[in-house]
């Protein structure tokens, strides 16, 4: 049995590998650079999680996500595995523990957020680290050309040169050939093996239908599919509005955003886990990291804003391999409003400077040099403040942290966490010492252990409760016993936390780069339209999704709404002449987009047919499909 087979059972308790799960790992511990463009759901973690617990040193893993970092940190824990994470918001003596701890072998697998990399704390230690290893997670983040460009993301290649160049792993779900292109460019592993798994999935059915009442198409499916699943909307208010009208049509359903507290979440997850809640209906804010196998369908009651970004969300459906589905209901408003997003996304030169010193008027930060450090962001109350709409300020925001004048983490939620400092001899003494602080710290070793060697969750709530104290007074007693030493208290952070960086600038030295801008803006634009193209093309669902991701797919799929359609219509073959030769006059034409075909009279009077003649001449190679325009292949 291979070593990477025994780890596999010893920790995760499998006999065997995933396809290509075990190429990738062998490539690995050749000592070969490695991508992996693997769907949601194909078992990406593993690929770097076992080399890591083989190869030498430590492996560096980079996750844009602080809720999937401590997501996956969790979980290796609980398998006693040697794991810790790093994200801003963290205590100081907290860092200082784990990284001191990765210097001295303690640590196989160190997750970390891209800004920390550029962080001193972190840099002081680094050239102590003795990496083996550096996983990129999310790699498409690095790219210009991704849907999720983070800039943060391009300090990656600087640590891999500081670190000795170690093995370099980049992971990603989703990327074109020019996104595969430019992640390699960026990470310098234009060598690297490329293992990818087909975009296909043959047991998920796309759906997308334009709907005049969007709740009565959600019941119609719900009645006719049977199982849990996830509804997408675009507002909090949209998730407890639409959860509230299914439970009061006995559909047990449940609401989820960034905006609930961690325990609320966390008891709705485990409650849509388990079966006793059947639709969850959230923002994009849930489902990483989340691995429910059995969900039966993905809805979207608005349009995404990009193909990578649905195809993500609705490749959580049907992981065990039954069939799910995957729909799309949307109407002329939810169009409008992805069109009017490319303008409204990126923010004036003017708007930003405004922004920028509103930001610093609130932290009252003066200009001039900084620390850096992070402080907790109130972005609803900055926006009652100033008379903004959160979702405008998110991309003025981002927009700045794009040009480098501030740093953001994403909205966290870091629990109440505590580590005992004194061995039990030095506690002992300063309880004898101190004994209105006896009674909770017997408390604390009784209730949570392990507290003397490592941070421990603990619930203020709870421990107020059995002290018959008021949890403001807990409060106050461990921010005393954390300033004297005792124990590491780290509180609770449930906002986003914003960063000045290094260095706060005055109105005229801020300048911006909208060449980069003006990229992103026309990538923006072309995503919008891909999508749309999706939604609205006559043509098979799952052609028009690989041919965006650069992958043939010779037959149509036989599974989507269109082609089910096409099944169930038997057309005259005069008909479907007609339609031929009208495809092909428009194909000749100028303006021949798909969205137009799908607004002209005549694709209105004879779909069912006009899709049938775009299908044969597909599969006849008479036509070909390019830019979301269907073009006679020469």
């Not at 160049?165 to 292109?181: D, E, G």
């Amino acid at each position: 049995m291979s070593k990477a087979l025994e780890v596999l059972k010893h920790y995760w308790n499998y006999n065997s590998f995933r396809p290509l799960q075990d190429a990738i790992i062998d490539n690995v511990l050749q000592g070969e650079d490695t991508f992996v463009l693997m769907p949601t759901g194909g078992g990406k973690s593993l690929c770097f999680q076992v080399p890591a617990l083989i190869l030498d040193g430590i492996t560096l893993v980079i996750s844009p996500l602080i809720s999937l970092i401590k997501d996956q940190v969790g979980r290796l824990k609980k398998m006693h595995i040697q794991a810790e994470g790093l994200y801003s918001g963290m205590h100081v003596k907290n860092i200082h523990r784990i990284l001191g701890n990765c210097t001295s072998g303690k640590i196989k697998m160190l997750y970390l957020s891209p800004e920390r990399l550029s962080s001193p704390l972190f840099l002081e230690y680094l050239d102590r680290l003795n990496v083996s290893m550096i996983v990129v997670d999310e790699a498409h983040c690095i790219s210009q050309w991704g849907y999720d460009f983070r800039p943060s993301y391009l300090n990656i290649s600087t640590t891999i040169k500081s670190t000795g160049r170690p093995i370099v792993m980049a992971l990603t779900a989703s990327a074109t050939k020019q996104v595969v292109l430019d992640i390699r460019e960026n990470l310098n592993i234009q060598k690297a093996k490329l293992f990818q798994v087909s975009f296909f999935r043959n047991n998920l059915t796309y759906v997308a239908r334009r709907a005049l009442d969007k709740r009565s198409e959600i019941l119609n499916l719900l009645n006719n599919v049977k199982g849990s699943g996830i509804i997408y909307v675009r507002s909090r208010r949209a998730t407890s509005e639409v959860s509230t009208y299914l439970n009061t049509h006995n559909v047990s359903a449940a609401n989820y955003h960034a905006g609930l507290k961690s325990d609320v979440l966390s008891k709705i997850q485990d409650d849509w886990m388990s079966g006793k809640i059947r639709v969850m209906v959230a923002t994009s804010a849930f489902g990483m990291g989340i691995d429910k196998p059995d969900v039966r369908f993905v809805i979207h009651l608005a349009i995404p804003s990009s193909i990578e970004e649905y195809y993500q969300e609705a490749g959580r459906g049907g992981r065990d391999g039954n069939k799910s589905y995957a729909a799309i209901f949307y109407d002329d408003t939810d169009i409008d409003n992805l069109l009017e997003s490319i303008e409204s996304s990126f923010p004036s030169a003017e708007e930003l400077i405004k922004v920028y010193f509103q930001l610093a008027n609130y932290f009252q930060v003066g200009s001039g040099e900084h620390s850096g450090e992070f402080q907790d962001f109130n972005m609803y109350d900055f926006c009652k403040k100033y008379d903004y709409k959160v979702v405008w300020l998110v991309k003025a925001l981002k927009e700045l942290e794009t040009q480098n004048y501030i740093h953001l983490t994403e909205g966290i939620y870091v629990p109440d966490q505590v580590m005992i400092n004194y061995n039990k001899v030095e506690l002992y003494d300063f309880q004898l010492r101190n004994p209105e602080y006896d009674s909770l710290i017997e408390t604390l070793l009784r209730m949570y252990g392990g507290i003397l060697n490592m941070p421990v969750k603990i619930n203020i709530g709870l421990i107020s409760k059995k002290l018959k104290t008021e949890e403001v007074i807990i409060l106050k007693m461990l921010e005393y016993l954390d300033l004297a030493g005792i124990l590491d208290f780290e509180k609770q952070k449930e906002n986003p936390q914003i960063s000045f960086g290094q260095f706060r600038y005055n109105a005229q030295e801020l300048s911006f780069n909208f060449e980069l801008q003006q990229f992103l803006k026309q990538r923006y634009k072309e995503k919008v339209h891909a999508i749309l193209t999706f939604v609205e093309s006559p043509l098979c669902r799952n052609r028009t999704l690989l041919d965006y991701f650069g992958e043939e797919f010779v037959s149509d799929c036989g599974i989507c709404d269109i082609c089910i359609e096409n099944k169930q219509n038997r057309i005259p073959q005069k008909e479907v002449d007609e339609c031929i030769e009208y495809v092909i006059n428009f194909a000749n034409g100028e303006d021949n987009s798909s969205s137009n075909l799908v607004r002209a009279p005549f694709f209105k009077k004879n779909k069912v047919s006009v899709q049938i003649a775009l299908q044969f001449l597909l599969n006849e190679n008479k036509i070909e499909f390019e830019n979301y325009r269907i073009k006679i292949k020469h």
